[in-house]
């Protein structure tokens, strides 16, 4: 053994921001809370045979994650910077309703980020004793402190750990509100999967640009709105949203490949839209898939009139790359192309789109 050779002991980061994994039950009403930190490592005795430092951050107060908001996701981006130089990786603790839109949200925000930056959560509190949290979290800890031969971490990206499966980021869906299962992705295969072995799917991991720095950014721009066409869809409804000077970016959820009802009012408004500086991204109502514009006439006249494609995108991804690329203060083209393009492993670009 070479004894000048010492690896140090990893450090992560518990970053803890709420969500049912840390709550209690009000003893009055019957509902669940958020709790403090200590509640939360109390029921986890486990953290402390970690052969890694486990240091803790607490957000004050706690957050149920339907209160998530980009100013807190900017919280969250300044804690990873400040720790970036410190530790080698993070495990971000979430309620599971809006983790979705916090992990595509960092995607972009934490731009090559280089270490491993894991969400995670639970569907039962960690005090209850069918709880998932302990699984998750345990393991979410585990993936974040695993390095090659070469001590790079394993992981150097933003993802999601649930019920034995490493999800990237701003590939994530909630899909469940019952099932421990709770998250998939349904365009992109896992990361990792824990089992008795943990399995890494090394040809989809994400490696940073080494020759570029990590990057935190530090504003959105909530000036977006998602619409879900349906048959019937209310033009007075519809003109009202295009012509808003509030929206600058619309998600507009399609049905099937990408396709939506021949209707001049709505090629009209999305037109007009266009026109005025505003970006229109074509997302498909499906879970599965991706918009493939040229493939109807249905589709192809959204083109023509300026839509740009999410190919097979979320639409939680969707609308936090529009929050983050309209805060880049670039012109509407500019944004238009990079929608259309990967910037963080979120989408596929396919020949058709
Ligand atoms: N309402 C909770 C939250 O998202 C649900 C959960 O954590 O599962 O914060």
Redesign the pocket.
């Known amino acids: 053994m070479n004894s000048n050779f010492t690896v140090h002991k990893r450090k992560i980061l518990l970053i803890y921001t709420?969500?049912?994994?840390g709550m209690i039950k009000n003893p009055e009403s019957g509902a669940l809370e958020s709790f403090d930190f200590e509640h939360l490592s109390r029921h986890l005795p486990e953290l402390a045979e970690f052969d890694c430092d486990i240091q803790a951050y607490q957000f004050n107060p706690p957050v149920?994650?339907?209160d998530m908001s980009p100013a807190l996701w900017c919280d969250i981006v300044r804690v990873v910077s400040d720790f970036h130089p410190l530790v080698d990786g993070f495990v971000i603790l979430h309620?599971?309703?809006?983790m979705a839109y916090t992990a595509s949200a960092l995607s972009f925000m934490l731009e090559n980020i280089g270490k491993p930056v894991i969400l995670t959560?639970?569907?039962l509190p960690i005090g209850v004793l069918r709880t998932d949290g302990r699984e998750n979290i345990i393991n979410a800890i585990e993936l974040a402190a695993q390095f090659d031969e070469h001590g790079n971490p394993l992981i150097q990206e933003v993802a999601v750990y649930f019920d034995q499966k490493l999800l990237r980021g701003n590939r994530t869906t909630k899909c469940s509100a019952d099932n421990f299962s709770a998250f998939t992705s349904y365009n992109l295969e896992p990361l990792a999967t824990t089992g008795i072995n943990i399995k890494y799917n090394f040809p989809i991991l994400l490696r940073p640009d080494k020759s570029a720095p990590f990057t935190p950014h530090f504003h959105m721009d909530a000036s977006v709105i998602a619409i879900t066409l349906f048959p019937g869809i209310s033009q007075r409804i519809i003109q009202h949203v295009f012509d808003s000077e509030d929206v600058k970016g619309i998600v507009l959820r399609t049905f099937g490949a990408g396709n939506a009802p021949r209707l001049q009012w709505l090629l009209d408004a999305v037109r007009k839209a266009t026109l005025k500086g505003k970006v229109v991204v074509n997302i498909t109502q499906c879970q599965q898939g991706t918009v493939q514009m040229g493939m109807y006439a249905t589709g192809d006249q959204l083109r023509k009139a300026g839509v740009v494609s999410g190919h097979d995108m979320t639409v939680e991804c969707a609308v936090t790359k529009l929050m983050f690329l309209f805060a880049q203060n670039l012109n509407a083209d500019d944004v238009r192309r990079l929608m259309e393009q990967n910037l963080a492993g979120e989408l596929t670009v396919g020949e058709l789109s």
Do not use: A, F, K
Not at 18 to 21: A, P, R, Y
Not at 95 to 98: A, I, L, N, P
């Open positions: 709420g969500g049912t994994i149920d994650s339907s309620g599971t309703d809006t959560g639970s569907q």
